[in-house]
């Protein structure tokens, strides 16, 4: 990733690189950790002290986790984001319709967070969670965003992050991205047809506000056995367009 702070302080940057590879490793000891950033010793062990200090990470028995004490943080920065308090009742009962997964994504720093997830009675079990972030490009949800942006806007999200992704439908180049986020402004939805994750497909809606402006997008996802056909084209779009006018009915009047 492209560095953007115009006096980085390196401390901090090395602090987040020792919490990344903690989450990335799902925990480590100190000569893991140190081998993993290509480090010193002794400077893992001092980031992590610091870190266990201030309760930030744990230490079980040698092995150093994510603490906690991020949940805190993480469910503070969610309530502070108008849509999730407006739209999650809905999501809820869009995942209670459609007995899928129902999700909500905000765009931060040029990628996908989920904000929120709602599972119906058939839905199925994927590799996210709330506050996993994304490439926008690969789902549908970021499709929907990445349409309503400026031009200008979506070019320095690519040129950052870049296109492609880990499955072999993923967007790969800015003239089938420039032609898809054509198609999601023409139909009002978007379509993600095995693109981050094979095997499942998704229906996603923007959500705008009272000035056209984007603010997030919901959606509906499931297996490509139950989204297909009219249902995956046709019944599901339309349930979703429903749901997201609701949502920006209510962040306009609330």
Same mark, same amino acid.
């Given at each position: ?64 986790? +994510? ?30 319709? /459609? ?39 690969? /789902? ?10 400026? /031009? ?36 009002? +939805? ?65």
């Amino acid at each position: 990733m492209a560095k953007t702070a115009q006096n980085p302080v390196k401390s901090a940057e090395t602090t987040f690189e020792v919490l990344d590879a903690l989450k990335d490793l799902d925990g480590a000891g100190v000569t893991e950790l140190a081998q993993h950033l290509d480090i010193p010793k002794s400077t893992v062990h001092n980031y992590l002290s610091t870190l266990e200090q201030e309760e930030y990470v744990v230490n079980r028995d040698g092995v150093y986790e +994510v603490g906690l004490r991020f949940l805190e943080l993480g469910a503070y920065a969610r309530h502070r984001e108008k849509l999730f308090e407006i739209a999650k009742p809905e999501v809820d009962r869009l995942a209670e319709e /459609t007995g899928e997964l129902a999700n909500i994504l905000v765009e931060e720093h040029g990628r996908g967070s989920y904000l929120y997830r709602a599972r119906g009675d058939k839905a199925v079990q994927v590799k996210a969670h709330v506050g996993t972030r994304v490439p926008l490009h690969t /789902t549908a949800l970021g499709k929907a965003i990445l349409a309503h942006m400026s /031009t200008e806007r979506v070019d320095a999200i690519v040129d950052r992050h870049g296109l492609g992704g880990e499955a072999s439908n993923s967007i790969s180049n800015r003239a089938e991205l420039e032609q898809a986020l054509a198609d999601v402004r023409e139909r009002g +939805v978007a379509f993600d047809d095995e693109e981050r994750l094979e095997g499942l497909r998704c229906v996603a809606a923007p959500v705008l506000n009272h000035d056209d402006e984007i603010i997030g997008a919901i959606s509906v996802s499931g297996p490509t056995n139950r989204f297909r056909g009219d249902r995956f084209r046709e019944e599901l779009p339309q349930k979703v367009l429903e749901v997201a006018n609701v949502i920006e009915l209510n962040v306009t009047y609330s």
